[in-house]
């Protein structure tokens, strides 16, 4: 089983400043990279893919990759409160379109008003 | 445009007993996918269903079975429960065909063993 590892935090930031959460992942052969929001007892949601070297901006979230270092990374811009929840780092395991998602255990972000 | 819909919401069940959660993935989705939550961990991979084949599978006891029927819905069994198998149940789906595609979940099952 390939790894992905995030710290669990929980990561606490001030509303209004930048929330950094890391993820790193062990299979080199992995294309595909995607961060998920989960609220407390409810389902994980997609708010970023990204599949190529740099960085990928979509509104208040940037996502970036360094394959070469087998690290991607999310920012959240001007946090909010309702920014609460827990981000799960997802890897698509091999180098095919449709495998499997291996998840980190996710890390907890609290954003304080 | 419905998105992945799992049925039932909750479950409460003994050890022993047998499931069966059900899924209908997004419109124009044709793979269905399955993972476990446990509590305070990420999913975890259990298989995928494409043309009503199971293409992948991931570190599941064979008590874990499912099917896909050919509108692409999908079933999850899971026989024999054990406490342990107390988790979210998701359903992911995705399209085959359209290139690198991000898997969008339902609203899970919660599965409760007594």
């Known amino acids: 089983q390939k790894e992905v590892e995030q710290n669990s935090g929980p990561l606490s930031v001030p509303e209004g400043a930048i929330a950094s959460l890391n993820c790193t992942y062990s299979d080199r052969v992995s294309q595909s990279f995607f961060w998920y929001r989960q609220y407390s007892g409810k389902s994980p949601e997609l708010i970023m893919s990204i599949y190529s070297n740099g960085d990928k901006e979509d509104g208040r979230f940037t996502a970036q990759l360094n394959k070469a270092s087998q690290y991607v990374s999310l920012l959240i811009r001007d946090s909010q409160p309702s920014d609460s929840a827990t981000y799960l780092c997802a890897v698509r395991y091999g180098s095919s379109n449709t495998g499997k998602l291996i998840f980190g255990q996710g890390t907890t972000l609290q954003v304080k008003p | 445009d419905a998105g992945v819909t799992q049925s039932p919401t909750h479950l409460i069940k003994t050890r022993g007993q047998q499931v069966t959660l059900r899924c209908s993935p997004k419109?124009?989705?044709?793979?269905v996918s399955w993972y476990q939550q446990a509590l305070g961990q990420g999913p975890q991979f259990i298989f995928q269903?494409?043309?009503?084949?199971?293409?992948q599978r991931g570190n599941f006891p064979d008590r874990f079975s499912g099917h896909q029927f050919p509108n692409y819905s999908s079933e999850l069994n899971v026989n024999a429960l054990l406490l342990g198998d107390s988790a979210l149940y998701l359903c992911?789906?995705?399209?085959?065909?359209?290139?690198?595609?991000?898997?969008?979940f339902g609203d899970g099952t919660r599965l409760s063993i007594l």
């Open positions: 992911a789906s995705s399209s085959e065909g359209r290139g690198n595609q991000p898997q969008h």
């Open positions: 269903y494409y043309e009503e084949e199971e293409r």
């Open positions: 419109s124009g989705h044709d793979t």
